[in-house]
């Protein structure tokens, strides 16, 4: 136990408060404590939510939904559907069997892209190239659908971690 002990009058007003009052609320109404902090009080205290916090999806939302989420941007679809959260709205895409197109995750530059395929036709894990390359699988992931571009000196480590050479030759 890290934390201070909760006094009376904070857990009269947690009663009170939690089952129908949102995350912002009780973090203000309770300086100091955290979620964790608050979920253990009120689970020890058998106290319950009210109603289920969560907003009902309307049929409308699942059209925008269907039409953005392949192609989309994240702020594009935020915007369109702003009653939930992007979690939420990601979670309901897959619900939908929804899926993202691949064009959005992949370089614009052309060696970025022939570079991910040779290491996905390759059949080894990005693990393994990434702890060659001497960068975390996750900043191979992030290079290789776009999301970010290789220093000069990492797109190197990464081309001699699949076992290839550039070279340059006249235009």
Known sequence: MGGRYWTADEIERLKVLYPNKGWPV?????????????RCQVIAMG???????RTPWHGSEHI???????????????????????????????SLGLKRDSAKTKSRYRIIR????????????RA???KRAGVHVVQ????????????????FHWVEAMGRRLELAPV
């Open 47 to 53: 106290v319950k939510r009210e109603k289920d916090s």
């Open 140 to 155: 191979l992931a992030k290079w290789e659908t776009g999301a970010q571009n290789p220093r000069l000196d990492g797109f």
């Open 114 to 125: 022939e570079l991910r395929e040779i290491c996905r036709k390759s059949g080894e894990p």
């Open 128 to 130: 393994s190239v990434a």
């Open 26 to 38: 009780l973090l203000r109404e309770f300086p100091g404590r955290t979620k964790a902090a608050i």
């Open 64 to 94: 925008i939904l269907r039409r953005l989420y392949p192609s989309a941007s994240w702020p594009t679809i935020c915007a369109a559907i702003p009653r939930h959260p992007q979690s939420a709205i990601a979670k309901q895409a897959t």
